[in-house]
């Protein structure tokens, strides 16, 4: 960052101002002093010349005007830039509010309190609020109306500052004693800022200023530092909030009056004096840092005491108030910039982006392709390509550098642990330095080296394409240079300060004014120089024999790198500093095809200088980019037009150069002089010009040479037109193709007809596809590709649009096994589509990526659908595999529900089983472990209805007894296997079914058949707890007065090891109660309880009633073969078992 006084403007009769103030928006300068003393002020931002503008302007004053009304010395001028309005105060508590009408400013509205001064007013970040603070700790907030808000009287406190948050809810109010309180938007106390930057500080000490910059520029990175305030110490913290526990803190070294944050937030101006060792006085001072505390630079500014500072709104100048004068200084920021391959890369922040906008500028085109890119530190560019250098991560101390190609695409990022605060490029090397460590990275073999540079990069490339190195470390160039990032950690007392880089040479500037001088691509310290200044900024030449310099105080010196020089105690040296000094410089460009041609900056003038003289000043027009001629080109040029080719030619004889000689053969083919025209492209080694010429020359035509002419000088519209003149359609599509300009060869071909024509018309129509498609407008591609029957780019413009009905149309017009039909399929995957994907696999025979697609995509039934209809027995594992991965997650059930859709209804019946087990273990509600158990058996009979179904079709045709009796045989010997397992599925449904049965039958009053129904429980005891069916049955017995029954379920209970010695002396007391009072015996004995009691000829049993069935007539169900009474059965549309219909 660069500096300058540049204009100084004095306030009559010597009266001493005590503040300025920028208006941001329309570049009003107001100020206040003594006396009553108020002025606007503005400096004039358009000339005549066009060309001149920013710093190049003049500054004269468009606007000095007087504001009558004070009549004490003003000391807050304060402007509210959103309605235009000026707002002012005195030492009287005297305010008034200016409005501009007509070009001029006129009172709108006066206040005065008469009771104490104002000390300072803010208005919010959208203007709508103005906060004054009076001293003696009165608080006013108002409308830009006029109208009154809220007061409040703060008692006990001086106060001296206040600030608005961003967001106009936090209010800041500053004492006289150094504290700062903050309050919300309505004047309700919140608490103390804790200030950091004043611990270890005694003494007394004011605020000097509070700015809290409100963002409306955008931040330099995230969370970024914005809310200043410094104390007249010196002392400053910068904070991220009002809350921040960990501010940034900058101690000056100067007495404070003042600070202001640019219209951006990046940098921080902090106004002042400073004490100087050599003299009496104090130095008026202005330093500059970032928001992190970097500090940029300081200037200094002549006169007795500054008393204010304010920044003008587009950063690029400041107004310091000095005594009784305004001071202007200009500011040359550090732009975030660079220049590659026809292409100008810049960023800046915009207000809605947290990332800096990073621009690729086309300036040959006009085309513009836009990135963003988050905490960006540099641009450096070389060539065709460019390195972005950034932050990995807010919170990892990483970096990044990006080398990009010149419309922004990333080609290859390396993440590297130095911090990279300077970077330098060369054709083949990108070098990053931090304060102790330089870290080379050969990043490629570019497309333009010679055969001698590739095979010493080749060399070079195998022994590694990164390095680091320590400042301190003295490498030589053999392969001592390792990625050791511990090299970087340790400290230096001598910092890097600049570096800079040929394709021979790396130079590292150290604070000390050391210039280390290494080789590339091997790293060797060749030499070490010692300079009496610090540089600030490096810049070899073409040949890397001098050195150009400028330092932190922006003077520019040349050092010979290579001269040999005695020195003043009779010793040879290498390296001589050049006598050539400039002041004021603020960058400077040497030729890259000339060693002793350079340009630089001072101030607001470029310089052009050959051999360290002089040619005239230049004026930069100041137009986004600017091409100079030098003299000897001007002289040139105007020679060949004035006298002719012959004498420019003499001239160009004495004064030799490559673009001189260019310059005449130009003018030569101009005049179709084609012996001069040669001559002097081989002057100046342009093959193609001299083949060119040649080709001249076998041409008949004067008016196709003169075609051919305007187009090699690019006047493609003239040489079109003569092409056309001359009735030669095809060389004017010809020109069109090298341009690629396939607009106006679609125009031209439109024109004519011809065999040849529709080969090319479709390569036309595809190129303007891609063309749109480049650009992403798929829209418009879309239209282009379809004349340009392109299905694969078609396909991708479908894809992009999300148009997959226009996909699956292209998919369906394609013919079979279309190498594109893959492609397309996998498009539908990735979007979800299952049927198209499907059906485009098939489409080219890939029956098994159809499979893939629908396991990938859960469509299992119709992956196992697609395995069965092509045969592959894949389909097993994957099930498996998916199920395992499943039941890992604890997803039983969609497990089952996995096997059930792919018909593997043996392995989902295993499952249901060991969860309905399981369930009946924890206790569950016996219906839904009956109804898993139901479940389970039901699966289980798909799998037997699937096995007989298979063992029919394996014999279908065969008619014969014989035939049917082995499939009979063959089903059953493999349903043999699980019927052990269907039995356990049905016993575990009918153990809970009779379970429920029996207890609803009880609770409806229906003691005897709840009783029957207990009974079968017995048969159940591997299922259902043996307390439980006891309990039941002798509960149903007791109810039914079958004591007989009861006694023997409470024996039963009594004798049950599962039980504590409490729970069976609970059993034995209930029983001697029961038994007391009724004899143990069945009242009514039947047939039927001589029937259950007996073992032998068993009875089925009825799933709805419990008892058992003696009539020779009965239900049974289709599914689950269990009966029920056929007087029953009426009452069911459904199995009371199974559930299965009835019908």
């Not at 938007?185 to 005694?202: A, D, E, H, S």
């Not at 587009?314 to 292409?343: E, H």
């Not at 040296?573 to 030729?591: F, N, P, Q, Y």
């Not at 809970?992 to 009974?1015: M, N, S």
Request: charged share 25%; hydrophobic share 40%; with cysteine.
């Amino acid at each position: 960052m660069f500096f300058y006084l540049s204009k100084k403007v004095a306030i009559p009769d010597n009266v001493k101002l005590k503040c300025v103030s920028w208006n941001k928006d329309q570049g009003f300068i107001a100020c206040g002093g003594e006396d009553g003393l108020l002025k606007v002020l503005k400096l004039e931002t358009q000339t005549d010349d066009a060309k001149l503008r920013g710093l190049a302007v003049p500054s004269n004053l468009s606007m000095n005007q007087n504001l009558e009304g004070h009549s004490g010395s003003v000391q807050v001028v304060t402007w509210n830039e959103q309605y235009q309005k000026l707002t002012t105060s005195d030492q009287n508590g005297l305010i008034i509010v200016w409005m501009l009408y007509k070009g001029s400013w006129y009172e709108e509205m006066i206040n005065n309190r008469n009771k104490s001064v104002v000390r300072s007013m803010s208005w919010n970040a959208d203007g709508q609020k103005i906060c004054i603070v009076y001293e003696d700790g009165a608080v006013i907030v108002g409308s830009v109306d006029g109208n009154r808000i809220w007061g409040k009287d703060l008692k006990g406190v001086q106060l001296c500052h206040v600030a608005w948050s961003a967001d106009s809810k936090i209010l800041l109010f500053g004492m006289t004693s150094g504290e700062i309180h903050i309050y919300d938007n309505q004047g309700n106390f919140i608490m103390k800022m804790k200030l950091n930057c004043l611990v270890n500080v005694t003494g007394a000490i004011s605020i000097a200023g509070i700015h809290w910059y409100h963002g409306t520029e955008g931040y330099v990175e995230p969370d970024c530092p914005c809310l200043a305030i410094c104390f007249d110490n010196g002392r400053c913290q910068i904070m991220r909030h009002e809350n921040d526990q960990n501010p940034v803190l900058i101690d000056t070294g100067m007495f404070v009056v003042s600070i202001q944050w640019n219209h951006t937030g990046s940098v921080l101006a902090v106004a002042g004096s400073q004490k100087v060792v050599t003299q009496d006085k104090d130095v008026n001072t202005v330093q500059f840092y970032t928001p992190f505390g970097e500090h940029l630079g300081t200037l200094k500014v002549p006169g007795k005491q500054m008393s204010a500072l304010s920044w003008e709104g587009g950063g690029l100048k400041i107004a310091l108030a000095v005594d009784s004068f305004i001071y202007f200084a200009n500011i040359r920021p550090d732009y975030k910039w660079g220049y590659c391959s026809n292409t100008v890369v810049y960023a800046y922040t915009r207000p809605d982006r947290p990332e800096y906008c990073v621009i690729f500028w086309d300036t040959k085109n006009n085309e513009k392709y836009v990135k963003y890119v988050k905490s960006l530190i540099s641009i450096t560019t070389c060539g065709d390509f460019c390195i972005l250098a950034t932050k990995a991560d807010e919170n990892h101390p990483q970096f990044v550098l990006v080398l990009c190609n010149s419309i922004g695409t990333p080609l290859d990022p390396k993440y590297i642990d130095i911090v990279p605060l300077f970077v330098a490029m060369t054709k083949t090397h990108v070098i990053a330095a931090s304060k102790e460590a330089f870290y080379t990275w050969q990043y490629r073999v570019a497309k333009k080296l010679t055969a001698l540079e590739i095979n010493q990069i080749t060399r070079s490339r195998k022994e590694g394409r990164e390095r680091i190195y320590h400042v301190d470390d003295t490498p030589s160039g053999s392969v001592d240079g390792v990625l050791d990032y511990s090299k970087a950690i340790q400290g230096t007392r001598d910092p890097i300060c600049a570096i800079t880089a040929s394709d021979k040479t790396l130079i590292v500037g150290r604070e000390s004014g050391t210039i280390q001088r290494y080789s590339l691509p091997n790293v060797g310290l060749i030499q070490k120089y010692s300079l009496n200044c610090r540089s600030y900024q490096l810049s070899l030449n073409c040949n890397s024999s001098r050195l150009a310099i400028i330092d932190i105080s922006g003077v520019l010196t040349f050092f010979d790198l290579d001269a040999r020089v005695t020195d003043s105690t009779g010793q040879q040296v290498i390296g001589e500093l050049l006598k050539l000094e400039r002041k004021d410089v603020w960058d400077m460009k040497w030729a890259k095809d000339n060693p002793d041609l350079f340009a630089m900056m001072e101030k607001t003038r470029m310089y052009v200088f050959r051999n360290l003289d002089p040619e005239n000043p230049e004026h930069p027009n100041k137009d986004y980019i600017i091409n100079f001629e030098i003299r000897s080109l001007r002289d040139s040029r105007a020679l060949i037009e004035k006298v002719g080719i012959e004498d420019a030619s003499q001239f160009i004889e004495d004064n030799p150069h490559p673009r001189l000689w260019r310059l005449l053969a130009e003018a030569a083919l101009q005049k179709l002089d084609l012996h001069t025209a040669e001559q002097a492209f081989v002057r100046c080694k342009d093959y193609q010009g001299i083949k060119f010429v040649k080709c001249l020359g076998n041409l008949q035509s004067e008016s196709m040479k003169q075609a051919e002419v305007a187009a090699y000088f690019s006047r493609f519209e003239e040489a079109e037109r003569m092409y056309l003149d001359m009735d030669r359609r095809d060389l004017a599509i010809g020109l069109r193709l090298k341009l690629g300009d396939w607009f106006r060869v679609l125009q031209l071909l439109k024109t004519g007809s011809g065999d040849a024509d529709d080969s090319l018309l479709e390569q036309a129509h595809n190129a303007i596809g891609d063309y749109f498609a480049d650009r992403q407008k798929w829209l418009n591609a879309v239209q282009y590709y379809v004349q340009g029957r392109n299905q694969e780019r078609l396909a991708e413009c479908y894809y992009m649009l999300e148009d997959y009905e226009g996909l699956e149309n292209l998919a369906s017009s394609l013919p079979e096994n279309h190498k594109l039909l893959p492609e397309i399929a996998q498009m539908f995957v990735r979007v979800g589509m299952c049927e198209q994907a499907v059906t485009a696999f098939l489409k080219c025979n890939q029956p098994k990526a159809a499979v893939d697609t629908c396991v990938h995509l859960n469509q299992w039934n119709k992956a196992v659908e697609l395995a069965k209809n092509h045969s592959m027995k894949e389909i097993g594992s994957l099930l498996a595999r998916y199920a395992s991965h499943l039941l890992e997650k604890n997803k039983t059930l969609d497990a089952i529900e996995l096997y059930r859709k792919a018909n593997y209804f043996y392995d989902a019946a295993k499952l249901m089983f060991k969860i309905a087990d399981e369930e009946a273990k924890k206790r569950t509600k016996p219906l839904r472990v009956k109804k898993l158990y139901v479940l389970s058996a039901l699966l289980i009979e798909q799998y037997h209805e699937q096995v007989r179904n298979a063992q029919r079709g394996k014999v279908k045709g065969k008619s014969s007894e014989a035939t049917s009796a082995l499939a009979g045989l063959l089903e059953e010997e493999v349903l043999s296997t699980t019927s052990r397992f269907t039995d356990n599925a049905w016993r575990g449904a009918e153990a809970y079914h009779f379970f429920t049965l029996a207890q609803r039958q009880l609770y409806e009053g229906y003691v005897d058949t709840a009783l029957k129904t207990a009974l079968h429980l017995r048969d159940y005891e591997d299922i259902i707890p043996a307390v439980e069916i006891y309990s039941l049955l002798a509960l149903c017995a007791c109810a039914g007065r079958a004591f007989g029954t009861c006694s023997k379920a409470f024996i039963k209970l009594e004798s049950l090891e599962t039980l504590s010695s409490e729970q069976k002396q609970q059993y034995e007391d209930l029983a001697l109660e029961i038994f007391t009072k009724h004899t143990p015996k069945d009242n009514r004995k039947s047939e039927l309880d001589s029937l259950l009691e007996g073992g032998e000829g068993k009875l089925p049993t009825c799933v709805a009633t419990g008892s058992p069935i003696t009539e020779y007539q009965f239900w049974v169900c289709s599914v689950c073969k269990h009966c029920v009474l056929a007087q029953e059965i009426s009452n069911y549309n459904f199995c009371p078992l199974c559930h299965s219909s009835v019908g």
